[in-house]
C-alpha cells in the first residue's frame, strides 16, 4: 500500500531511510534548509526551515511524518530550537488540521538516561539526565506523548557509519580510552538507524501495534577500550596515549535493545565489529600503503 512519508530534517539518515522506503513503493517528500542535496534522489525535495514559524503552513499532508532533526551546534538554543521547540510546532500544525498523519516518528537518544555505572537500560529505565541535552530531548519526548497525534519515539545510541569516523581517527592518532574503571558504549549503524524507522514504519502499514518508544542501540554493548581496541588491531596500529578526559565525564550504561528486536527487527550490524569493518572498508581506512 503507496503511503506518503514526510522527512523532516531529511539528511545522512533521512536519505537512506528516503531511498528504502521508495524502494518499498512509498512516495517520500524531504524537507531540510537546502534541498539541492536530494536532487536526483526519487526524494521529493522540499526547502523548509522549520525555526521559521511561517514556513510550517507549507508542510504537506502525509501519511507518516519522521521528524530527524539535528542541532546546529551543541549549546542549549540550539538543541531547544531543533528538538523541541521545532517538534512542538509541528504537533500543533497537524494539531490544527483536518487530516492528521497515521503517526508521527520522533528520533530522540540515549543521552536521556543519567546512568553512569554501567547500568543496563531500557524503554522502562528512568530518563533523568542532568544535561541540557537529554533534558531537552526528555520534554520533546513528552510532548509527543501528550500529543493528540499517533506517536511513537526512537532513542539511538551514538550513531557512527560513512563519515562519522571519529573514534578510528582517535584509535589511528595511538589514542584509546582506559581500561579501568569499565566505561560502557552503546552505538549503532547509520543503516541501522534507517533500517529502524523504515521497519517501523512498515509495521504500522500493516496495522501491527507500535509501542510509544523504543531504544534502538546495537546488540553489543561494550566497555568503549575493548571497542577501541579492536580498531586498533584491524589498523595495525598500537596504542600510545590513554584518554583521560572529557570521556571520564561521560556515561557508562548498556542499553538493552529487547523490545526493538522483539517486533522483528534483525540488525544488519548487531556489533561494533561488522559495522566498523564497513566503515572502514569505504572509508579507505585499510587500505594497504603503496
Request: aromatic share 8%; hydrophobic share 40%; charged share 25%.
Amino acid at each position: 500500500m503507496k503511503k506518503t512519508i514526510l522527512i523532516l530534517g531529511c539528511g545522512d539518515i533521512g536519505m537512506v531511510l528516503g531511498r528504502e522506503l521508495l524502494e518499498a513503493g512509498h512516495r517520500v517528500i524531504g524537507a531540510r534548509r537546502s534541498a539541492a542535496a536530494l536532487e536526483g534522489s526519487g526524494i521529493e525535495p522540499l526547502p523548509l526551515d522549520l525555526v521559521d514559524e511561517t514556513a510550517l503552513a507549507e508542510l504537506p499532508e502525509a501519511d507518516y511524518v519522521v521528524y530527524i532533526l539535528s542541532a546546529d551546534r551543541f549549546d542549549e538554543a540550539a538543541y531547544r530550537a531543533a528538538y523541541c521547540d521545532g517538534l512542538k510546532a509541528v504537533l500543533r500544525t497537524y494539531e490544527g488540521r483536518e487530516t492528521a498523519p497515521q503517526r508521527l516518528f520522533f528520533v530522540s537518544s540515549t543521552s536521556v538516561y543519567a546512568q553512569k555505572e554501567g547500568e543496563r537500560v531500557d524503554e522502562e529505565s528512568p530518563a533523568e539526565a542532568a544535561g541540557f541535552s537529554g533534558t531537552v530531548m526528555r520534554e520533546a519526548e513528552q510532548a509527543l506523548l501528550e500529543s493528540a497525534l499517533a506517536g511513537t519515539t526512537v532513542r539511538f545510541a551514538g550513531i557512527y557509519g560513512p563519515g562519522r569516523d571519529r573514534l578510528i581517527r582517535q584509535v589511528q592518532e595511538g589514542r584509546i580510552a582506559p581500561k579501568t574503571p569499565p566505561m560502557y558504549s552503546n552505538r549503532i549503524h547509520r543503516d541501522d538507524c534507517a533500517g529502524v524507522l523504515a521497519h517501523l514504519i512498515g509495521l504500522d502499514v500493516a496495522g501491527k501495534p507500535l509501542d510509544d518508544l523504543y531504544l534502538a542501540s546495537d546488540c553489543a554493548a561494550e566497555p568503549l577500550h575493548d571497542v577501541m581496541l579492536w580498531l586498533a588491531g584491524q589498523l595495525k596500529v598500537e596504542p600510545t596515549e590513554v584518554i583521560q578526559a572529557p570521556l571520564r565525564k561521560r556515561s557508562s550504561k548498556r542499553c538493552d535493545n529487547s523490545r526493538l528486536r522483539a517486533t522483528g527487527y534483525v540488525f544488519r550490524y548487531p556489533s561494533y565489529r561488522e559495522g566498523y569493518a564497513q566503515v572502514m572498508q569505504e572509508g579507505g581506512f585499510l587500505a594497504e600503503p603503496v
